[in-house]
Nanobody, 123 residues
């Protein structure tokens, strides 16, 4: 059974930084990659970033490109999301997910999800 456990959320002022972690277990994670999504109240779940396990190729949503950085530790099966220059509009529950294909921007591409971690950015 796949387990994805996020950590690192919290409250920060605008302009600040946070680093989220996602620890993955329960199967081999050498294929495909991992993604981060977020969901604000009343809004749809939004793609944030993704990374492939093998080459480390990264993908970013337009609203976070240049401010967020995704990385991974293959030996530990951990994926990180470094979030800098945070804005109030980044406030959301952040979810990590394990992909089952190569279309990293699509929700349907992912077959396992973490429980989510709250990020709140105050102005």
């Amino acid at each position: 059974q796949v387990q994805l456990v996020e950590s690192g959320g919290g409250q920060v002022q605008a302009g600040g930084s946070l680093r989220l972690s996602c620890a993955a277990s329960g199967r081999s994670f050498s294929t495909y990659g991992m993604g981060w999504f977020r969901q604000a109240p009343g809004k749809e779940r939004e793609f944030v970033a993704a990374i492939t396990w093998s080459s480390g190729r990264t993908y970013y949503g337009d609203s976070v490109r240049g401010r967020f950085t995704i990385s991974r530790d293959n030996a530990k099966n951990i994926v990180y999301l470094q979030m800098n220059s945070l804005k109030p509009e980044d406030t959301a529950v952040y979810y990590c997910a394990a992909s089952a294909g190569w279309n990293f921007r699509a929700l349907a591409n992912y077959d396992s999800w973490g429980q989510g971690t709250q990020v709140t950015v105050s102005s």
